[in-house]
């Protein structure tokens, strides 16, 4: 199903610098620390998985890094330029799809050019996003969906279409929150080798949040074990699988290895 | 308790709860293969739900003229024939007691509902709006509705008839003060609903925040502001006929308390249809409306 981009709509990724970054939420005079002195560096085109339990702050750190939440310390720098609100150059998947339920899946493929085209941020005409929308379709296996609107898409299929609509801005890289939580473990698989398959030919840079172990070694070059209090990024693990990888992986030494490591991190 | 608190839950009992929300989410992909297919035994599948509640509906018209039959009294229960007929003259010809054709009086009530059902959205939308987007705004009105809300509108009809006189005016207003808490709680809920990822992902496309207000929030909030439309709807057609009934000298309300009082039962029929037929009218404009905000209902 995958039939490449034009050139235009590949975007190479972009560094991520994110420095001694601290957040605290105050709500009824108590003060929570949600995030203290956290510091990564991620490469441009690599893709780092965002690994802790709950409340180990990484959402609130990809949230930062989108520009939802403003930092209480430090900074947070994307291609060079520091973050300071959502822009379209981060692209931004949710746990749940979050497709616009009252518009079709090309609607909603377009909704992002379509809205920077209202910011006149750029000048495409109605025949080209069109254009674009059907590529991407295409390159998400929906062809033939367009008119579909999403409470007529399978759970895979939605999450399909949002990341087609994340695309369609052409960011330098995307921010995952759980993404694949709530599928099931087969849905699941099919979307990890679906979100490999168009980061090989992406390599926009991705950062990945997510609890489950094996997903963080399957996915990632890198996994940023987060945890502690105050919490924080604690080891960063590189993982010496080669690509492409499959669930197949999962039985090598490596990733056993890989994988003794992290949970004997996340136990300490 | 008044009707209009009763309502809500009695839209949920009437409300076909039809398949399952997204019945083939779980199912594998290929079984939606054919966008087309799915779609057409969707349609099937309404078109068979419609033909059951015809159904239903017919076998209660047979039910009365059996029973009509049986009893064989017009005064105390006339056939379907003689309220069809009943209906169908008085329709054009004016009933003496009153002067008026029917066509008139319900004119008459269909013009109170719409106006006071307008302003009363108008109003109750934009409060709901107000206590959405500002917390001082919601601590200071919410306890104002939740005072007036249980309140039965049809108490306050001395109060208008005191204040604004016996014109259309204390008519128009006493719909008002029903249908604008309900709207204005409905909005609420409705806006609170959107959630914040829902914004955060319109940002993050490149959606100004103003764009993301207009496009995403307030279109996000419309099926459940126009569900409070259908619901506030049905209680605006309760207070004006009862407020017909007992303070007027039109409307269907006060065409059916003549009907009575002369003893013209099929007239009193023909009245209770007509208000059937007004209310089925305006629900099925706001149904339509729904569904082309909400594509999910369209099934």
């Keep these: ?268 | 308790m008044s009707l209009w608190n009763t309502l809500p839950a009695e839209e949920e009992v009437l409300a076909d709860p039809g398949e399952p929300a997204d019945p083939i989410s779980a199912a594998d992909d290929n079984e939606r293969a054919d966008l087309h297919a799915y779609r057409q035994a969707r349609r099937r599948a309404r078109v068979r739900r419609f033909g059951i509640g015809a159904l239903g509906l017919a076998a209660l018209v047979v039910l009365w003229e059996v029973l009509a039959l049986i009893i064989s009294d017009p005064v105390f229960l006339p056939s379907v024939s003689q309220t069809v007929a009943s209906f169908a003259h008085y329709f054009t010809h004016p009933y003496p007691s009153q002067g008026k054709p029917l066509w008139y009086d319900a004119l008459t009530s269909l013009r109170r509902v719409l106006i006071g059902f307008a302003a009363g959205s108008a109003i109750g939308v934009a409060l709901g709006a107000g206590m959405s987007s500002s917390r001082l705004v919601r601590h200071a009105i919410d306890p104002v509705i939740e005072v007036l809300r249980p309140l039965p509108p049809l108490a306050f009809i001395p109060l208008f008839i005191i204040w604004l006189g016996i014109g259309e005016m204390p008519k128009e207003v006493l719909i008002l003060i029903g249908v604008a808490p309900v709207m204005a709680v409905t909005t609420v809920a409705a806006l609170d609903e959107v959630p914040e990822d829902l914004r955060l992902c319109a940002r993050t496309l490149g959606a100004t925040p103003r764009y993301t207000m207009l496009r995403v929030q307030i279109r996000s909030a419309l099926p459940g502001i126009l569900t409070g439309m259908r619901i506030s709807m049905a209680g605006a057609w309760t207070s004006i006929v009862a407020a017909e009934l007992i303070a007027a000298t039109s409307g269907l309300g006060y065409l059916i308390m003549q009907a009575g009082d002369y003893l013209n039962t099929a007239l009193v029929f023909s009245g209770i249809i007509s208000i059937a037929i007004l209310g089925l009218g305006l629900d099925a404009c706001l149904r339509g409306l729904l569904l082309l905000a909400d594509p999910s209902r369209r099934r």
Excluded: Y
Excluded at chain 1, 196 to 205: C, P, V
Excluded at chain 1, 226 to 241: A, S
């Design chain 1, 1 to 268: 199903m995958a039939a490449p981009l034009a050139d235009t709509t590949v975007v190479p990724g972009t560094e991520v610098v994110i420095d001694s970054v601290g957040k605290t939420f105050r709500r009824g005079g108590r003060r929570t620390v949600a995030l203290a002195g956290t510091s990564l560096r991620v490469r441009a085109g690599e893709l780092v998985c965002l690994l802790g339990p709950s409340g180990c702050g990484k959402s609130t750190l990809l949230r930062i890094i989108a520009g939802a939440l403003p930092a209480d310390e430090g900074t947070v720098t994307v291609g060079g330029r520091p973050v300071s609100g959502p822009s379209p150059d981060r692209g931004m998947l949710f746990q749940t799809p979050m497709l616009f339920p009252w518009l079709t899946t090309r609607s909603n493929i377009l909704f992002g050019p379509r809205a920077q085209r209202a910011a006149r941020l750029h000048e495409r005409d109605d025949p080209e996003l069109d254009a674009e929308a059907a590529a991407l379709l295409d390159r998400v296996g929906l062809t033939g969906f367009g008119d579909a609107f999403p409470h007529e898409l399978s759970g895979g299929m939605k999450h399909r279409a949002a990341f087609a609509r994340a695309l369609a801005t052409r960011p330098s890289l995307l921010l995952m929150d759980e993404p694949f939580g709530a599928l099931d473990a087969i849905t699941r698989e099919k979307m990890h080798e679906f979100l490999l398959d168009i980061w090989a030919q992406h390599r926009t840079t991705i950062i990945f949040v997510t609890h489950d172990i094996e997903e963080a070694i399957l996915l990632g070059d890198r996994v940023a074990v987060m945890g502690g209090q105050p919490p924080g990024i604690g080891e960063v693990i590189d993982i010496p699988l080669g690509r492409p990888r499959s669930a197949l992986d999962t039985d090598t030494e490596v990733f056993l290895n890989a994988r003794r490591r992290i949970r004997g991190l996340l136990r300490s």
